[in-house]
């Protein structure tokens, strides 16, 4: 009897421990499993989830999904080592707001300190320097006068900066405003006067101009 009751609690002994290394095997695969998402998520690239946050606060500025983490991305690929690392972990902290209000107010804060950023410059894309404009690219042809939309490419402006056409010749005039969008690019519509016109783009704060771009007018 009591050689049939040390084997019943071997027995019990034995089941006991089984389940307590199971348990503990599950606890120590859920922890390890834990601990690989932690990494996952912090290593995460936060392009994508600031424009998922833009999107879900109406602040794409008219961008698309994609075209917004492009341009976010954009911002990351200037900077290398400690400085991408401090802005990386600026950009993502801001995801942690818990209203818009927040996400908003964090994103404000990230200022050139923070966020560092190669010297400025505006490019004029179009029109291209040495094109001849006519009807055929008149962007408003219920005017009268032959209305042509410039597109510039600015990189490094200050926040909320405006880029400023100047019309220097046959007369030289500030001819124009325009505040780029989150990719960058300001379009500014502005009446072209027949004949050869030159332009230049300048920053209104960043001391900064684009190269000259000479068009002929043919109306």
Request: one cysteine or more; glycine letters at 8%; charged letters at 25%.
């Amino acid at each position: 009897m009591e050689l049939s009751t040390n084997g019943r609690n071997m027995r019990t002994f034995v089941a006991r421990r089984k389940q307590v290394y199971e348990g503990d095997v599950t606890r120590r695969l859920a922890l390890a499993l834990f601990a690989l998402a932690l990494g996952a998520c912090s290593n995460a690239d936060p392009s994508g989830g600031t424009c998922e946050r833009r999107e879900e606060c109406g602040n794409l500025e008219g961008l698309t999904l994609a075209e917004c983490t492009a341009a976010e991305q954009e911002r990351l690929d200037r900077l290398s080592g400690d400085a991408r690392s401090t802005c990386e972990s600026a950009v993502a902290a801001c995801l942690d707001g818990v209203t818009c209000d927040d996400f908003r107010a964090c994103q404000a804060d990230i200022d050139r300190s923070v966020c560092p950023c190669p010297d400025p410059s505006l490019t004029i894309v179009s029109p291209t320097d040495g094109q001849t404009i006519g009807a055929a690219d008149d962007a408003d042809p219920s005017d009268a006068q032959l209305q042509y939309d410039f597109v510039i490419d600015s990189t490094c402006l200050e926040e909320l900066e405006q880029v400023q056409l100047f019309l220097l010749d046959p007369v030289e005039s500030s001819y124009g405003f325009g505040r780029p969008d989150l990719t960058g690019r300001a379009t500014i519509r502005v009446p072209l006067i027949p004949g050869s016109n030159r332009f230049i783009a300048r920053g209104m704060t960043t001391s900064v101009e684009s190269a000259m771009v000479t068009v002929n007018v043919s109306p």
